[in-house]
């Protein structure tokens, strides 16, 4: 079966600018997550659906970041605008019953605000 | 808040041998879930083994498996016939409540040196 796609893979971008990260889960997966994972620390939990609706953002900064998954498939994390702190990877990751068979990540999109 | 933590920040070993990586995790809850994950330098996120904390029996999967100590909510990876390949981050993982999302601890980089 075809992974989770994440795009794209790279972003620099300047403080204050906008940017946006797509995502397409693996098919039949209802739950969709979007993780943060800053230089040298583990993954952080920014916003969870299931189908198309949102299950957990209380980590979400709601001031600048926002996601949308409409159609319940694929997903669009925006942030706008950015700060030198949003630099990390954003993860995308996808799960056919909250977890109970495993979770699969995409490659990521590194983002690097200057 | 409830944690994961990987007293392991980097660890080596000689191709052939065997590693242990240690992880420990703080929980209120009976049920739940614990993941070991890889993430080579593509930044790809992969599952290396699976535990259910009902089950008593420690997951195995090939080359890799864990003692799993519920009481102690010790979790730790071992490798064994270590392989190249196998250098990475990993990275402790549990589920966290009815919602299934994800918790990670702060890795431990592993370096297979030939």
């Known amino acids: 079966e075809a992974g989770v796609a994440q795009s794209p893979r790279y972003k620099i971008i300047e403080k204050r600018q906008s940017v946006a990260f797509w995502c397409n889960p693996i098919?039949?997966?209802?739950?969709l997550y979007w993780y943060q994972q800053i230089l040298g620390q583990g993954p952080k939990l920014l916003i969870q659906?299931?189908?198309?609706?949102?299950?957990?953002d209380s980590q979400l900064p709601k001031d600048r970041f926002s996601a949308e998954r409409l159609k319940g498939v694929d997903s669009t994390l925006k942030i706008q605008p950015a700060k030198l702190e949003d630099s990390a990877v954003y993860l995308c990751?996808?799960?056919?019953?909250?977890?109970?068979?495993?979770?699969?990540f995409g490659s990521g999109t590194r983002l690097t605000v200057v | 808040a409830q944690t994961v933590t990987q007293s392991q920040p980097e660890m080596s070993v000689q191709e052939a041998e065997t590693v242990t990586l240690s992880c420990t995790y703080d929980?209120?809850?009976?049920?739940?879930?614990l993941f070991w994950y890889k993430q080579p330098p593509s930044r790809q996120m992969i599952l290396v083994i699976r535990?259910?904390?009902?089950?008593?029996q420690n997951a195995t999967e090939n080359r890799f498996s864990v003692n799993f100590q519920k009481a102690a909510k010790s979790f730790s990876l071992k490798i064994s016939d270590s392989q190249l390949g196998d250098a990475a981050m990993y990275f402790c993982v549990r589920s966290q409540g009815g919602s299934e999302k994800l918790v990670f601890g702060k890795g431990t980089k592993l370096t297979v040196n030939p």
């Open positions: 535990q259910e904390a009902y089950k008593q």
């Open positions: 098919s039949g997966h209802a739950t």
């Open positions: 929980t209120s809850e009976s049920d739940y879930y």
């Open positions: 990751a996808s799960s056919f019953d909250r977890g109970n068979y495993g979770y699969t």
């Open positions: 659906f299931q189908n198309n609706g949102v299950v957990d």
